[in-house]
């Protein structure tokens, strides 16, 4: 049987589902602001990881909002701060999520959500979407103590999941956690949700590309 690792924040969970709070705050600067501040979170995961310092997922999306800030010249306030990271565990799902999980759900893959995210933080998460109870389990590296692509954290996933690797997948959109996970002998299918994404040229290839989680079903079974 087939274990499909779902990768959380970016894959399933859209990341920028605070853009339209973002514009009545800033304005013309929230795009750019929510890209900074996706881009600083994974950042600051790397180098916690690598400096082996670790603190939680959500302490590096604190200290990346005010880091945007800083970069942006915005204000917040500690309670608008304070407001935006607890909406941040209620990002909305991509409109292809859940239609996707059922139809794999029904075709008997083993689902897991597998994710940066802490246990917590995950389960409010994944609940709000209205996703959490489609997965079979939820894989944190918490446990682990560090981040993707830390090879610790995706052999974490296959005990957890008790899979051996060549049965196992990992589904994300970021090419960084799709490398680190083929790098560990997993499977790994690259959610390329934009036609501007492209994938770093390491030499390694997905081992299955789709523009979204609608076309994962019908791959996937043919692989």
């Not at 990341?15 to 881009?39: C, D, M, N, V, Y």
């Not at 994300?172 to 994404?197: C, E, L, Q, T, Y």
């Not at 390694?204 to 979204?212: A, D, H, I, Q, R």
Request: contains cysteine; charged residues 20%.
């Amino acid at each position: 049987m087939i274990t499909l690792a779902f990768d959380v924040y970016g894959t399933l969970i859209d990341t920028h589902g605070l853009l339209a709070e973002l514009e009545e705050q800033i304005s013309e600067k929230a795009p750019a602001f929510s890209q900074t501040w996706r881009e600083k979170q994974l950042e600051y995961s790397f180098r916690k990881g690598l400096m082996r310092k670790y603190e939680p997922f959500s302490v590096c999306t604190r200290q990346a909002l005010d880091m945007s800030c800083a970069i942006y010249g915005v204000t917040l306030s500690p309670e608008r701060k304070a407001d935006l990271l607890r909406r941040y565990r209620s990002l909305p799902a991509f409109a292809d999520v859940q239609d996707c999980l059922l139809r794999l759900k029904a075709a008997n893959f083993r689902l897991f959500a597998f994710s940066n995210g802490e246990p917590s933080a995950l389960e409010e998460l994944l609940t709000n979407a209205g996703i959490h109870d489609l997965f079979q389990g939820v894989v944190s590296v918490d446990e682990v103590q560090s981040f993707k692509p830390n090879p610790d954290v995706y052999r974490y996933f296959l005990d957890q999941a008790n899979s051996a690797p060549e049965n196992a997948w990992l589904i994300s959109s970021n090419p960084f956690d799709v490398i680190g996970a083929i790098s560990a002998g997993m499977n790994a299918a690259w959610v390329r949700r934009s036609p501007a994404a492209v994938f770093d040229p390491w030499g390694m290839e997905p081992t299955l590309t789709v523009g979204g989680l609608g076309d994962l079903y019908s791959k996937i079974a043919r692989v």
